[in-house]
């Protein structure tokens, strides 16, 4: 089993920065993609970004690329979300999810077998 804790959230102003964090325990996630996801109330879980396990291939939602960036230390076993010029849409609870197909980086939220209790990200404007 994995538990995976997200931190970092917190209210911020329009095109501030957060930087949240995931911390996996209870097995070693270095072989194993993940992913960041986020849900407004009212909305569906949305797809942020993803990293392979070996950190080489990180794809993006249109919505975030530029502005944030996803990145993992397996020494760790801890995935970062660095979230700059954050807007008011970026709004949501932050979910950390791990997948352990590694073989392939999934935005499928279905695809991925662990999640985090989520954190609570608010921008103002």
């Known amino acids: 089993q994995v538990q995976l804790v997200e931190s970092g959230g917190g209210l911020v102003l329009a095109g501030g920065f957060l930087r949240l964090s995931c911390a996996a325990s209870g097995r070693t996630v270095s072989r194993f993609n993940m992913g960041w996801f986020r849900q407004a109330p009212g909305k569906e879980r949305e797809f942020v970004a993803a990293i392979s396990w070996s950190g080489r291939n990180t794809p993006y939602s249109d919505s975030v690329k530029g502005r944030f960036t996803i990145s993992r230390d397996n020494a760790k076993n801890t995935v970062y979300l660095q979230m700059n010029l954050l807007k008011p849409e970026d709004t949501a609870v932050y979910y950390c999810?791990?997948?352990?197909?590694?073989?392939?980086?999934?935005?499928?939220?279905?695809?991925?077998?662990?999640w985090g209790q989520g954190t609570q990200v608010t921008v103002s404007s």
């Open positions: 999810a791990a997948d352990a197909n590694f073989l392939t980086v999934s935005t499928l939220h279905s695809e991925y077998d662990y």
